[in-house]
């Protein structure tokens, strides 16, 4: 047990190593040196945890709750991830800003944005019954306002709570994906 929890120790020092190096200086000049400085371990330990530091970034990505939301469906609400994920980047804000922010690179983003699409796409296919094409428009549609709003708000662009950034994701979306789903 204490080995788990000496790995899980490691894991996240190098994980909140990446973070802070890339608020500070962005992703592209990050080193694998650096994030080894920066978390005080060993070459080798690093690499027997982290193939590379795209590997970092992206174990930080799959660990957060927010692009893994419940699936579950709250009074056939569409979107129901939306509020439970705006409240999440706020308990999570430096992680976020430092992952999807303008300085964490290209990377970063495109995973989460897969990650989200998955979830979108899920939820639209599971709601019209099947695959089609026109889905494929609308899940882009969908989650490039969702992460709109949240890198705006983690980079400081705009000031707003998890339940106005969510009630202006649900304006902006919510009716069209209806009048959509409705014509299929």
């Known amino acids: 047990m204490s080995g788990d929890r000496r ?7 190098v994980q909140d190593a990446l973070v802070a190096l890339i608020l500070e200086k ?3 000049a990050v080193t694998v040196t650096d994030i080894i400085n920066r978390a005080d371990i060993g070459r080798s330990t ?7 530091k795209q590997d ?12 893994h939301p419940d699936h579950a469906v709250r009074d056939g609400e569409l979107f129901a991830f939306s509020l439970p994920m705006f409240e999440h980047v706020r308990e999570q804000r430096s992680l976020v800003r430092a992952l999807l922010g303008r300085r964490g690179g290209g990377l970063a983003e495109a995973h989460g944005e897969r990650l989200l699409a998955a979830v979108v796409r899920d939820e639209l296919v599971a709601r ?3 695959p ?12 490039g306002a969702f992460l709109g709003l949240v890198r705006a708000w983690v980079d400081g662009e705009i000031s707003a709570t998890p339940a106005e950034l969510d009630a202006a994701f649900r304006a902006a979306t919510v009716p069209g994906v209806r009048a959509a789903l409705d014509r299929l």
């Open 132 to 143: 089609a094409p026109s889905l494929d428009l609308m899940v882009i549609c969908v989650v």
């Open 46 to 52: 690093f690499y027997s945890h982290f193939a590379d």
């Open 128 to 130: 019209a019954g099947g």
């Open 26 to 28: 962005g992703y592209s």
């Open 56 to 67: 970092v970034l992206f174990s930080n990505i799959e660990e957060l709750g927010f692009l």
């Open 7 to 13: 790995v899980r120790r490691t894991r996240r020092a």
